[in-house]
């Protein structure tokens, strides 16, 4: 039978419109939060963090925004590349050294 | 940020032999060491937590005794998995972690593993 993780959320986007990827995480201790992004056969490649004691971050063409009344991460990338799809994942960890836990993915497709 | 390589990035085996993936640190001493899996269109779960000199830290449901780790210095890990089976055939990536703050982890770039 299909099992749980067999389809990725996918997101289709234009080449230079903005994406918006969410993550519910589950550990309301959590006090630091990471996306990576992970292309075919590769490693998952460090995007943003952002630790519990902040809402907002922007890096180059990214911005993680985070809720933790609702527990809620999202990543947004401005001006969408076709370089930029890939799989997408939020991480997080409760103690620094601690181990990190992945969420499901997300695929992101940049349609020329 | 920190640069670590796995070794060999691809192996084929048959089943019921085993398979030794090495993870180094190439600019850093990582005094922990994460190993995960991934399966095709599923996320990284974590295998194991290694520490320098002392016996790694496995995760519910994994087998201790079917994949070995090794961290015998602060710029390698090793993961043996033993008796290999097809259902063992997946991506294996490690981390290494203990940069500044102790937050961050740094991946390296997988291996695949292939069991016939």
């Known amino acids: 039978g299909e099992s749980v993780g067999l389809h990725l959320p996918t997101l289709s986007v234009q080449e230079g419109d903005n994406s918006i990827i969410n993550c519910a995480y589950s550990?309301?201790?959590?006090?630091?939060f990471i996306w990576y992004k992970q292309e075919s056969g590769k490693g998952p490649q460090f995007i943003i963090d952002?630790?519990?004691?902040?809402d907002k971050r922007q890096g180059q063409r990214v911005t993680v925004l985070l809720n933790k009344t609702v527990k809620h991460l999202s990543l947004q990338i401005a001006a969408t590349q076709p370089g930029d799809s890939a799989v997408y994942f939020c991480?997080?960890?409760?103690?620094?050294?601690?181990?990190?836990?992945f969420g499901g993915g997300t695929r992101v497709l940049v349609k020329p | 940020g920190a640069v670590v390589s796995q070794h060999p990035s691809w192996v084929i085996c048959k089943s019921g032999t085993s398979v030794k993936i090495e993870c180094r640190s190439l600019?850093?001493?990582?005094?922990?060491m994460f190993w995960y899996r991934q399966f095709p269109k599923q996320s990284l779960m974590l295998m194991a937590t290694s520490n320098e000199g002392s016996k790694a830290t496995y995760e519910q449901g994994v087998e201790k005794d079917k994949f070995l780790i090794n961290h015998a210095s602060l710029t390698l890990s090793t993961l043996t998995v033993t008796s290999a089976h097809p259902e063992d055939s997946s991506f294996y990536i490690c981390?290494?972690?203990?940069?500044?703050?102790?937050?961050?982890?740094?991946f390296g770039p997988g291996t695949r593993l292939t069991v016939t």
């Open positions: 991480a997080e960890m409760w103690a620094a050294g601690n181990k990190l836990t």
């Open positions: 600019d850093f001493q990582a005094t922990t």
């Open positions: 981390s290494a972690g203990g940069g500044q703050g102790g937050y961050e982890q740094y």
């Open positions: 952002i630790r519990s004691n902040m």
């Open positions: 550990n309301s201790a959590s006090d630091y």
